[in-house]
């Protein structure tokens, strides 16, 4: 517990160019580090995330992440030996400090990171989250350290408390017509894959390689979502055939023009209207995975920290979103 009036010295953190966080030379979070004592955590599969992963498991560093992550991670061609699988709740001791992973809500697996030292100094790192108090928990921090995904004050998307029931209503409406192909980011696929079951959506899935095997691994795991089959497969061209699929790939393969089913590409960056039809049978669907600008204020003054660091290399706007949270929330150290 903090001492009051007995301000204590926070431990080193250094924020790498490459959006590593190394706090106390003791651990270095979602980016590389020589200086740390060779322990790496990864908040989540993200490849802004995991950048430099493959330096930090040639270095023959210690992995810390959720066990959903580590599987996640094999997917991706990462195969660490060295690795330690910690989950929400969870915490585990490095020298003089207790790192504690906290939930969060972002794709499956995610989780925030608390650093406390033995004289009570909290120093918290977000990462990437939407929903802060109520999918998210916040706790307080002396220090905090914020991806500002969405960090200026024009990021702001009226509809995030209610776009998953549109999603819903709109793949409903659409299966009545034929397929559904829905391209998104990793991670954001499999999260919403289980808001269609939620919602009441039984068509089987239809999922491409990567999809695929992230959706075995999280079903190890104990995490269900029906039925689905492996693009390309023979069960899938007889699926694809009947007509009645939900069809889910990465963003990057959505190509315009499918005549043979309708499509959705989810994109956090609509902040106009959730849902805009841009060809006959094409739609871009405003989901997010992040907060947007008033989630990420919202986090910040709920956290109450004495010191903030924003990281730029995971932040658009992290200098006017360093100025409003100095300005409006009266944070004097902002950096
Ligand atoms: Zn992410």
Do not use: C
Not at 115 to 132: A, H, M, N
Not at 170 to 196: A, C, D, F, H, P
Not at 210 to 225: C, D, F, H, N, P
Not at 268 to 291: L, M, N, Q
Request: charge should be neutral; avoid cysteine.
């Amino acid at each position: 517990m903090r001492t009051p009036g007995m301000p204590s010295k926070p431990p080193s953190i250094v924020i790498g160019s490459d959006g590593g966080i190394s706090i106390a030379g003791s651990v270095v979070i979602d980016g590389h580090s020589n200086v740390s004592q060779r322990i790496r955590v990864v908040t989540h599969i993200h490849s802004d995330h995991t950048v430099n992963l493959q330096e930090s498991i040639s270095s023959s560093y210690r992995l810390v992440a959720t066990q959903l992550t580590l599987s996640w991670l094999q997917v991706f061609g990462y195969s660490a030996t060295n690795y330690l699988s910690l989950e929400a709740g969870d915490s585990i001791r490095l020298g003089d400090l207790r790192l504690r992973f906290l939930k969060s809500l972002h794709i499956p697996g995610t989780v925030q990171v608390l650093v406390e030292t033995d004289d009570g100094t909290r120093i918290l790192y977000s990462s990437d989250f939407k929903k802060p108090g109520e999918g998210t928990p916040v706790e307080e921090a002396d220090v905090l350290v914020i991806d500002a995904v969405y960090g200026r004050p024009s990021y702001v998307r009226e509809f995030d408390d209610y776009i998953e029931y549109l999603l819903v209503d709109l793949v409903k409406q659409l299966l009545t017509e034929g397929g559904v192909r829905i391209y998104g980011y990793y991670g954001k696929v499999n999260e919403v894959m289980s808001i269609l079951r939620q919602g009441g959506v039984d068509a089987p899935f239809v999922l491409a390689p990567k999809v695929y095997m992230m959706t075995k691994k999280a079903e190890s795991l104990g995490i269900r979502v029906g039925d689905y089959v492996l693009a390309g497969s023979r069960e899938s061209q007889e699926v694809i055939r009947d007509g009645w699929y939900v069809y889910l790939d990465h963003s990057s393969r959505f190509t315009p023009g499918s005549r043979d089913a309708s499509t959705l590409v989810l994109s956090g960056w609509e902040f106009r209207s959730p849902i805009r039809r841009i060809s006959s049978r094409t739609w871009h669907v405003a989901f997010s995975d992040h907060s947007d600008f008033r989630g990420l204020v919202k986090y910040v003054s709920s956290v109450r920290p004495r010191k903030l660091y924003v990281v730029k290399a995971r932040s658009s706007g992290a200098e006017e979103f360093a100025a409003y949270v100095a300005k409006n929330l009266g944070i004097r150290e902002v950096y």
